[in-house]
């Protein structure tokens, strides 16, 4: 089990289209994968889930992976998150 | 099915009487003189200017219209002037002539088009309806026309058309809706045509409401489930192209990006549906016909109105910068 937790840093936050990019990202591995924001945890590879996150822009979320390939897992799906999903960056 | 649209290929003056003769009220006075002429236009042309002289841009190649206007003329002409008027019209090689609202018709007109090989028609009809009518058939036998591989099938009046590779499953899963009540307009192959801003597909007139299904041979589909399951032809509204599952991973699953595709120039709502054991096709498919419906009602998709649910919720977290 690997966990790290980032910032959430584009403006908009966690909306669908993020959302989309985050859950194809974790379906791309084995390994299980779990966002939370410190109050609920979801899976990372169903859409609904990542989207009733509502995970703000700037606020800190915690992804944790496990599985057989959990060391890139958790290095694929922050770096989508750390992009910014190529939308306009929070200062 | 009847051949309603004659190709456009070839459409001769035989054909157009053969078409539309009978709801026009085409008589002809000079027999089938003139009925191997081809028409290369849906236009029509109204020859009073080129019959006082002014021959310049004289469309000869379509479908003259003598109206009260060209008759009363000639009419009140001493019978060497209606010669010569006349002689200015078919000096050229007229496609063929129609006199309007069953006017008296002068010996010198019958002889100009004798002479020149060219067909004489009188219709009853007034010459406004008869030029509409007309032209509006014509415009159906000139419009552009694509044949496409796919199954067309009309779901709650949404025209379908669900293509994909060759046995993904495209029969099969409209076998389905028809089980469902809809209306199959053809299957595997869709002849397309564009009205203006519209598309409209039908089958072939030799294959009728025959599908191929694999294992079962050929079914002919209003013969298993009724006169009411087919549909002679139908609007597009949307395509549905079935898809292997190892395309999923590149997906958008936001539902957020509307895809659309061409045809014939004019850009129709694309939808994607991966297949997959387990996955009802049928069921699918409605649910697409239903969303376009939603979607064309409200000026928006449910992931665009989830979606600003979502960013509002998100914006209020964020709080004051």
Known sequence: MKTRTLTVPNRLGIHARPAALIVRKASEFRSEVFISNGVDEINAKSIMGVMTLAAAGGSRIT????????????????????????????? | MQDRYPDASGFNVDKLQRHIGERL?????????GFERILTSPDISRPGLCLTGYTHKFLNHRVQIFGETEITMLS???????????????GFPVLCSIVSKGLEIPCELR???????????????????????????????????????GTLVDVFGEGVLCTGRSAIGKSEAVLGLVERGHRLIADDTVSVRRNGDTLVGSGDP?????????????????????????????QLDLVVLLVDADRMGEMDRSGLESMTTKILGLSIPLVEIPVLPGRNLTVLLEAAAMLNI???NTGSSTSEQLNRILLSKLEKRRGPE
Not at chain 2, 25 to 33: D, H, K, P, R, Y
């Open chain 2, 206 to 234: 030799v294959i009728g409401y025959h599908m191929e299904l694999r294992g079962l041979g050929f079914v002919n589909v209003p013969e298993l489930f009724g006169v009411g399951a087919v549909k002679e032809r139908q």
């Open chain 2, 76 to 90: 009140g002409m001493s019978p060497g002037k209606r010669r010569r008027a006349l002689s200015n019209v078919f």
């Open chain 1, 63 to 91: 992804i944790s992976t496990d599985g057989p390939d959990e060391e890139t897992a958790l290095d694929g799906v922050c770096a989508v998150i750390e992009s910014g999903f190529g939308e306009e960056m929070l200062p």
């Open chain 2, 25 to 33: 009220g085409l008589q002809s006075l000079t027999g089938v003189l």
């Open chain 2, 294 to 296: 939603r979607r064309k």
């Open chain 2, 111 to 149: 002889d100009a088009s004798l002479m020149a090989g060219s067909a004489l028609f009188r219709s009853p009809r007034d010459t406004t309806p008869l030029i509409h009518d007309l032209t509006a058939f014509l415009s159906e036998v000139f419009a552009p026309q694509e044949t496409m591989h």
